[in-house]
Each structure stands twice: as C-alpha cells, then as structure tokens.
C-alpha cells in the first residue's frame, strides 16, 4: 500500500533561517506530488506542483521554492524565512497520468518562525 | 478565475441534526468534485468523489453529495449526524483540461454537541 511522509512534524525557526521540508511517498511509482499551506479560515493553498522529476510549478509568488530530486521526493525550501511563512505545510500525492483521482495527505509540518 | 466556495465556517449541531455543507464552484469546464474531512489530530481523508454519472453521491460514514450542474453547486449531505463527526470539510475541485491542479474551498469547522 502507499504511504506519505513528512518530517520534521514540528519546526520552530527563526527570522532569515533556512528551511527545507521533505516529503517522500513510498509504494507507488511517478506520482503527482502536492505543496499545499494550510491556514485558519482559509482552506488549503496550493503553493507547488509536480507532475515529473525536476518539473515544478509554482502557483503564487512567494519566499519558498520547490524541488522534486527523485521521484518519489518533494522538498519545500527557503533561503531565508519570514514571519509570514508560519503555518501548516501539507504534502499530498495522486496518481499520474489521470485526472479523476484522489489526492492523499501527509501528516503535515508545522512551522512556527519567530 | 477558477474557484471553490464554501459559505458555512462554522457549523455547530445537537446529535441527530441533519446536515448540509454548501460547496460552489466556478469553472469553465468539465471538474471533478471532492469532499475532503479532517478529524481532530488525523490527515485530511477522501469523504466522496464525483466524476460522472449519478450526480448524487454516495461516500463514507453515511454522508452523501449532490452534484447540481446547473446551480454549480456539490453540497455534502448526511441526515443524522453524530459526535464523532465533529470535522473540519473541504470542498474541492480538479479540472479535467489536465493541469493536475486541484483548487480547495475554504474549508467549515463542524462541531457537534454530544
């Protein structure tokens, strides 16, 4: 069966630190892989998107970025943190190739920059 | 601009009420509807799916959704609700032109009073 990670669970950072999030998928092989930020009242923002290895797209500008190393793999970054980025990172998959199908959710990271 | 609305935030309900959640979406084309539930401490978690056919649904935990094309509207549904329900509801929607990109409402905090 397939399964998601991501780590750390909890982050606290400070102002200007970097950051980088993983998320891996085990069990399934060329997944579309998923950044969302999820905040109170405001539902899931899609930050990040990919459909390959090295294929990003990006839906809103902002201090992060995204890169897909392996297949299987999904790093949020960031150079140097604001406050704003504060929130509750989320990781999800679905299969490839089609469009009917369910996405699957990480456990999420919190972060908490200070 | 392709977009998901849910105008309930916040919902509180006695056991045994029965429920509707409002989901619109604006879409120029042909979308794939979703449910989404987040329990207390849980991962977000597939409720229900439409894609084509019967355009009412059928999901877990006796919830339901009806798809109303014309009204542009996938409201989720359950006439007895319980304790244990108590969740927060995402609706969302994911064209079918092939960008992969699933688009979130803002999500509704249900509470229900044992």
């Known amino acids: 069966s397939q399964t998601i990670h991501q780590w750390p669970a909890t982050l606290v950072q400070p102002v200007g630190s970097p950051l980088s999030l993983e998320c891996t998928v085990e069990?399934?092989?060329?997944?579309?892989l998923y950044w969302y930020r999820q905040a109170a009242g405001r539902g899931l923002q899609l930050l990040f998107y990919?459909?390959?290895?090295?294929?990003i797209s990006s839906e809103v500008p902002q201090n992060l970025s995204a890169s897909r190393p392996q297949d299987r793999q999904f790093i949020l970054s960031s150079k140097k943190l604001l406050l704003s980025d504060s929130g509750f990172y989320l990781c999800?998959?679905?299969?490839?190739?089609?469009?009917?199908?369910?996405?699957?959710f990480g456990p999420g990271t919190r972060l908490l920059v200070l | 601009a392709q977009s998901v609305s849910q105008h309930n935030h916040h919902v509180i309900l006695s056991e045994a009420a029965s429920l509707e959640l409002g989901c619109n979406y604006s879409?120029?084309?042909?979308?794939?509807l979703f449910w989404y539930v987040q329990y207390p401490g849980q991962h977000l978690q597939l409720l229900l799916k439409?894609?084509?056919?019967?355009?009412l649904v059928k999901g877990i935990k006796g919830f339901e959704a009806e798809f109303i094309k014309s009204k542009f509207s996938f409201n989720l549904r359950k006439p007895s609700v319980q304790w244990s329900d108590t969740a927060e509801y995402f609706c969302?929607?994911?064209?079918?032109?092939?960008?992969?990109?699933?688009?979130f409402g803002t999500g509704t905090r249900l509470k229900v009073l044992a």
């Open positions: 999800a998959w679905s299969p490839g190739l089609a469009f009917q199908e369910t996405q699957y």
């Open positions: 069990g399934t092989s060329n997944p579309n």
């Open positions: 990919s459909v390959g290895i090295g294929q």
């Open positions: 879409y120029g084309g042909t979308v794939n």
């Open positions: 439409y894609f084509s056919g019967d355009p």
């Open positions: 969302a929607a994911l064209s079918t032109s092939g960008t992969y990109k699933y688009i």
